[in-house]
C-alpha cells in the first residue's frame, strides 16, 4: 500500500513527520536510489527501498529476516543495477525484501549477510562495533614472513592506513609461483584486502571471504543460501528487539 514518505518516516520513528518534510527537502532520503526531495512523494515500503542519511529504512511491520549467501564471483553487491549486471538478488528468491549488508566487488567471492533489519546492518557495517571478516587470499608469487608483517601492523592504502590485522600463511606453491594466505579484518574500505595486498606489491589472483564473525561459508555452495538462527545472530553481538 502506497503512503506519503513523510509519514512512513514518521510511522518508522526516523523523525517527527515535519521534521521528515525537511529531510526530504535538505535531499537526505533516497528512494530507489534516488534523492527524492518533492513533498507529497509516495512510496510502497513492501516494493520500495527507502533510506534516510545513507541508512535503509524498513517497514516495522516487517518479519525481521537475516541470510547468509556464499556469493559466487561475477555479480555485484547491490539491489539493482543501472548496467544490467546480475546482482546478489537473483540468487535470494523470497517475499520479504531484503538488502546486502556491506560489500563484496564483483570479483570476490563468498560471505555475505542479507536483511531487512537496519539496526543489524548498522551493526555489521560500522567500524567501530569491530566484526571481523576473515578472506582467503591467492597471491601471484612468494610471499615473504616480513611482507606478512607489514600486513598485519597496517599498510597504507593511498587514502588509509589500515589497522592491524590477523594474517597467516596457509600455503606457498612454488612450483606455480603462488601464495595463499589469510587476512581477518574488522574493517571495510572499498577493496581493501586487494589494496593491502597491492601495497606490499603482491597482484591478488583470488579472493574469497570465508567468515563474518563465525560465521562461515565452508558448508555452503556458491550461490547458495541459508537463514540464520538466532544464536548466530546473538554470536554478532546483536540482540533482536522484541
Known sequence: MEERLQKFLANQGVCSRRKAEEYIIEGKVRVNGKVVSELGTKVNPEEDKIEFEGKTVFSSNTKKIYILLNKPIGCVTTVDDQFKRDTVMNFIKIKEKVVPVGRLDMYTSGALLLSNDGDFIYQITHPKHEIEK?????LKGKVKKEEIETLKNGVDIGDYITKPAKVRI??????????????????????????????????????????IGNLTVKDLKLGTWRYLTKQEIDSLHYKECP
Open 134 to 138: 576473515t578472506y582467503q587470499v591467492t
Open 170 to 211: 596457509m600455503k606457498i606453491d612454488e612450483e606455480k609461483n603462488i601464495s595463499r594466505i589469510e587476512i581477518t579484518i574488522h574493517e571495510g574500505k572499498n577493496r581493501q584486502v586487494r589494496r593491502m595486498c597491492e601495497a606490499i606489491g603482491k597482484k591478488v589472483l583470488a579472493l574469497h571471504r570465508s567468515k
